[in-house]
T-cell receptor, first 112, second 111 residues
Framework: KAGVTQTPRYLIKTRGQQVTLSCSPISGHRSVSWYQQTPGQGLQFLFEYFSETQRNKGNFPGRFSGRQFSNSRSEMNVSTLELGDSALYLC???????????FGSGTRLTVV | QKEVEQNSGPLSVPEGAIASLNCTYSDRGSQSFFWYRQYSGKSPELIMSIYSNGDKEDGRFTAQLNKASQYVSLLIRDSQPSDSATYLCAVNNEGAQKLVFGQGTRLTINP
């Protein structure tokens, strides 16, 4: 059974640009969550989607957005990138959302 | 007060000993509790989940939950150098549909 697939693995962007990250969940998993991990803040919740609906959103500015497609694949977008957005972005999927989440390998975003 | 608190460590344990990792949480509505292991440069890997008070054992790992004390722990028996990693405690309130993570405890097993 394939795991959670995130693309791309690494990204380098310039301040002010925007970026789109992609996540394909484990087959059959309908809940997809996104997290940002930094050395200082640890793992911070961004948002959670279930059947194309955003059910919860973390305390991040509106520059961070996401969506989920009918096949459960998800994308997150960050507009007007700032240096502080440099982080590991992790996607996680779950069957129902209240069981353990399986994480993808992450996308390492560097903003210069 | 942080929602989920862990001792950041580092925690150093000799090979073959028991490693004990602790976590406290503030939301009494929390219903699901997880331990993730994260090796340096890798993503978190789920190693234990626990939903009711008491102990849950899986191989060398035992998770313990005490909802009255708002306390979760992870015991690793017969610790191996390969257990050296950061261990993340995560708590889920079903209504909130999100995991809240502690800062993680860095564990080092010394041969």
């Amino acid at each position: 059974k394939a795991g959670v697939t995130q693309t791309p693995r690494y990204l380098i962007k310039t301040r002010g640009q925007q970026v789109t990250l992609s996540c394909s969940p484990i087959s059959g998993h309908r809940s997809v969550s996104w997290y940002q991990q930094t050395p200082g803040q640890g793992l911070q919740f961004l948002f959670e989607y279930f059947s194309e609906t955003q059910r919860n959103k973390g305390n991040f500015p509106g520059r961070f957005s996401g969506r989920q497609f009918s096949n459960s694949r998800s994308e997150m977008n960050v507009s007007t990138l700032e240096l502080g957005d440099s982080a590991l972005y992790l996607c996680a999927s779950s069957q129902q959302g209240n069981y353990g989440y399986t994480f993808g390998s992450g996308t390492r975003l560097t903003v210069v | 007060q942080k929602e989920v608190e862990q001792n950041s460590g580092p925690l150093s344990v000799p090979e073959g000993a028991i490693a004990s990792l602790n976590c406290t949480y503030s939301d009494r509505g929390s219903q699901s509790f997880f331990w993730y292991r994260q090796y340096s440069g890798k993503s978190p890997e789920l190693i234990m989940s626990i939903y009711s008070n008491g102990d849950k054992e899986d191989g060398r790992f035992t998770a313990q939950l005490n909802k009255a004390s708002q306390y979760v722990s992870l015991l690793i028996r017969d610790s191996q150098p390969s257990d050296s990693a950061t261990y993340l405690c995560a708590v889920n309130n079903e209504g909130a549909q999100k995991l809240v993570f502690g800062q993680g405890t860095r564990l080092t097993i010394n041969p």
